[in-house]
C-alpha cells in the first residue's frame, strides 16, 4: 500500500484534501483557513515518514514596516 500525503500548518497535521491537487493547489485552499500561507512558499520537496510525505507549510519570511 502507497504512502499518504499529510501537510503540516503551524504545527498542526491535516489530511489530503484531494489526491488530484498540485501541493500548490492544496497551499491555495489552506489559505482560505490560513491566511498567512497566501503568500507562503508551496514545499518543494516532502520529508518522509514511513511511506507517508509530510508536507509543511511554512510562512513567508519578510519585514514588517
Do not use: Q
Not at 37 to 53: I, Q
Amino acid at each position: 500500500m502507497a504512502g499518504k500525503r499529510v501537510f503540516v500548518v503551524d504545527g498542526r497535521e491535516f489530511p489530503d484534501p484531494d489526491t488530484a491537487m498540485s501541493i500548490d493547489a492544496v497551499r491555495k485552499s489552506f489559505a482560505d483557513f490560513f491566511p498567512e500561507l497566501a503568500n507562503a512558499e508551496a514545499p518543494t520537496v516532502p520529508t518522509k515518514r514511513g511511506e507517508d510525505e509530510v508536507w509543511e507549510f511554512k510562512r513567508a519570511v519578510g519585514t514588517k514596516g
